[in-house]
């Protein structure tokens, strides 16, 4: 059988890892499509398989094993792209992943040690329907119907305790005027999803805490595919409502395309969530294989940007209301590069709907959040010093998220500026680095973000050539340094970042021009761009018997 294999007694001493970085055994099968090589440097280990990798950017190693009446056959292994729940074992114990086929299982295991991903630790005879866990003896039935009365008992307890924690919050929050947008209440997800009959899977794209996104086929279309186990209905419906939203379709937001259920197998569907597939990969990959002139630079930033303001105005278009959004876990992982060059912002599995200028139209599903749940964020690299702190101003948590989306936002703009040749003296900027990776690595702790970002208040370093670059009028530096103000207040919004990153593209296309364009803004931006979220079109309660003023 296939993990009864020591790989890793077939590495060279030569492929082990500089401290600080994890080595894992590399293998992708002939059937693979794509590649998770990017995400290491492969290590030179002989004229055959296998091969060692490099982690950049997690401590975590992966495999996947498809397992049938056979035996089991090794699909992948290599470098996983953060530091996830599972990653801590020493070991790989593999858990189930999906029903390729009806005869097949694919199985995957995380490990956090070198070349922990050789080989398994054991898995499931064929045709046995029970977890890679669940081998050993049977127990005698006296012993087995107590552990089924302990798990009842236990359950019960969970139950009971979740919900008092969870009315507890609710109630201490309710008059905050928290929201989030959440599918219509009383009507489950499996009643009211089709399921998506010529949806078909292709291979894994990655794999998150709670989700599994797949590349795939709709109608014969290239689709990326979001799909979230049972114990996730409610992100699912709370992405979904939001991505469903009338007003919220936007060139540089990921194009939503249908919510259904379904699988890569014959059994029970789960909820999905079908959207744009995008080649180019997320910016974190792009950065990290293409360097980027000037003018690519701008349009990476400004895209972003504008997506990003986009997101936190709150509008009305078409007869149709849009709240403001906080994004709350923008990173190079979670942005996608489009094919003409522009970014487009994804992964709505954590945005909040923010409180309005005015009571919202009473339509508009929300839900109550409690103070925890307002201070969550996703990765923590990108946290904003608040978060990490716990200092959030929660009296105007909507205005504060935003701000601590405008932090995320620099560090983004920092890693797309690193790639410039343009910024560089020699022309050749260095190797792709995730931000605060210099300082801390590629997998750094909460307490040594606070300890870097909060307590010394450093941020990622700006070469001296980008104080001296002649093509931007305003500050390139500057403007970093005005998104990632330690005070969130003093931070510029998206809409300002917008407008100074327009004034830098108008002065990259006619460097030359002594007239100065009407529409651009001073280069003290704050002065024209007020620290209130600003709306693109007014409400349709403003100015009228409506409006509460």
């Avoid at 980008?466 to 005005?482: I, K, S």
Wanted: aromatic content about 8%.
């Amino acid at each position: 059988m296939l993990g009864s294999l020591s790989f890793w007694m077939l590495l060279p001493a030569a492929v082990q890892a500089p401290a600080g970085h994890r080595t894992c055994v590399f293998f992708e099968g002939p059937g693979v499509q794509g590649s998770t090589r990017a995400l290491g440097e492969l290590l030179d280990a002989g004229p055959g398989p296998p091969r060692g990798i490099r982690c950049l950017y997690s401590h975590c190693c992966f495999g996947i094993w498809n397992l049938t009446q056979d035996g089991a056959q090794l699909e992948m292994q290599g470098c996983r792209d953060s530091d996830e729940p599972g990653c801590e074992s020493s070991r790989c114990e593999p858990a189930r992943l999906a029903h390729a086929t009806p005869a097949s299982t694919l199985f995957t295991c995380s490990c956090g040690t070198d070349l922990c991903n050789a080989n398994y630790s054991h898995l499931p005879p064929p045709g046995i329907s029970r977890t890679p866990n669940s081998e050993g003896p049977q127990s005698p039935p006296g012993d087995s119907l107590l552990v089924v009365v302990s798990l009842l008992v236990l359950f019960f307890l969970l139950m009971l305790g979740s919900s008092i924690l969870a009315l507890r919050q609710w109630k201490a929050f309710r008059a905050s005027g928290g929201q989030e947008l959440e599918a219509e209440p009383g009507i489950g997800w499996s009643q009211e999803l089709p399921e998506l009959q010529e949806l078909y899977f292709s291979q894994i794209l990655q794999e998150g805490g709670h989700t599994v996104v797949w590349a795939g086929h709709l109608q014969g279309e290239p689709v990326a595919i979001k799909a979230f186990p049972m114990r996730a209905a409610p992100q699912f419906q709370t992405e979904r409502a939001l991505y469903e939203l009338s007003g919220l379709q936007h060139d540089n937001i990921v194009r939503f395309i249908a919510a259904g259920r379904g699988g890569p197998s014959s059994r029970p569907p789960g909820p999905l969530l079908v959207l744009q597939l995008y080649p180019k990969g997320s910016l974190c990959h792009y950065l990290a294989h293409h360097t980027c002139d000037w003018g690519l630079s701008l349009k990476l930033a400004l895209s972003l940007t504008r997506g990003l303001a986009f997101l936190h105005e709150e509008s009305w278009r078409d007869g149709q209301y849009k709240p403001g959004i906080a994004h709350r876990d923008l990173s190079s992982h979670n942005v996608f590069v489009r094919d003409d060059g522009s970014c487009a912002i994804g992964d709505l599995g954590l945005a909040l709907a923010l409180p309005g200028l005015t009571q919202p139209p009473t339509w508009l599903p929300t839900q109550p959040r409690g103070p925890a749940t307002i201070m969550e964020a996703g990765t923590q690299r990108y946290m904003a010093p608040e978060i990490l702190d716990k200092t959030l101003d929660l009296q105007d948590w909507g205005m504060a998220l935003r701000r601590a989306d405008i932090y995320s936002l620099s560090l983004l703009l920092w890693e797309m500026l690193s790639r410039c040749p343009d910024l560089w003296p020699d022309h050749r900027p260095p190797p792709f680095q995730l931000a605060y990776e210099a300082e801390l690595g590629s997998s750094p702790t909460t307490c040594e973000l606070w300890a870097l970002a909060v307590a010394e208040r450093r941020r990622p370093h700006i070469p001296p050539s980008w104080y001296r670059t002649t093509m931007e009028p305003g500050g390139l530096p500057e403007l970093l340094e005005d998104c990632w103000d330690s005070d969130p207040e003093a931070r510029l919004t998206a809409e300002c970042v917008q407008h100074r990153l327009t004034r830098l593209e108008y002065t990259a296309e006619a460097p030359d021009s002594e007239e100065a364009s009407p529409n651009v803004l001073p280069s003290f931006c704050p002065q024209a761009c007020p620290a209130s979220p600003g709306t693109a079109a007014p409400l349709p309660w403003q100015g009228t018997s409506l409006d509460p003023s």
